[in-house]
């Protein structure tokens, strides 16, 4: 079974030499006689070599070859459906990545993350913003969507939620000091001329206060 954290850990850890030789692992399992689940790992680390070394049509292809090894485990299919979204994010398709994704996008977590990388790059920031902000409404801990939503609300033009989505980052990531300084930016933002007082203001400045008395707790 194909493991994306497992390619991950091996990609995180290899050179380029060690990356080309995952890629011509990859290439030589077909005629290696593996079972199907060693060689769908096997050519699903390539694939991911392959991306990190941008040799994009090589990747891609490679993550085609994974489509007959997983057929019929749903699992793996889901998992081999991811990696040919990511390689194409990686390729510069974001349009690709979301037709990869079809409609599980936002489903999941990867599918959530991925998608909005992809709708973001393709100028639909306010449908990535609009699932990641129901996303951590849920899950406050996550510090990665907390970070794609801010990109995504960058993206807009939105500076004062930007801020405060890189605010809650440092909080997920138990960081106080870090998040009242974010927050801080934030209030400052919403001094400057035609700023007005909003919803979004007062949340910031709710979360200022409350981020402040952890920080005195911690360093109590």
Avoid: C
């Amino acid at each position: 079974d194909p493991s994306p954290r497992t390619g991950h850990h091996l990609l995180s850890q290899a050179g380029v030499d060690a990356q080309r030789a995952l890629v011509a692992e990859a290439e030589a399992s077909a005629s290696a006689g593996l079972p199907a689940a060693r060689q769908a790992a096997t050519v699903y680390a390539g694939a991911l070599a392959a991306s990190r070394l941008r040799d994009h049509d090589q990747a891609a292809r490679l993550a085609g070859r994974l489509r007959p090894l997983v057929q019929g485990d749903a699992a793996a299919e889901r998992m081999a459906r991811l990696l040919r979204a990511e390689l194409a994010l990686a390729a510069g398709l974001p349009a690709r990545a979301l037709e990869e994704m079809g409609p599980a996008t936002g489903g999941q977590r990867p599918e959530l993350i991925l998608g909005a990388q992809a709708l973001v790059r393709t100028g639909r920031a306010s449908e990535a913003a609009q699932a990641l902000q129901t996303w951590v409404s849920v899950h406050p801990r996550d510090a990665g969507a907390w970070q794609q939503l801010a990109a995504a609300h960058a993206a807009q033009g939105q500076r004062v939620r930007a801020v405060r989505a890189e605010a809650e980052v440092q909080v997920a990531q138990l960081d106080y000091a870090a998040a009242l300084d974010r927050f801080k930016a934030a209030q400052d933002l919403l001094r400057t001329p035609g700023a007005g007082k909003n919803i979004e203001a007062s949340i910031i400045d709710t979360r200022a206060r409350q981020v402040q008395s952890l920080l005195r707790e911690h360093s109590l």
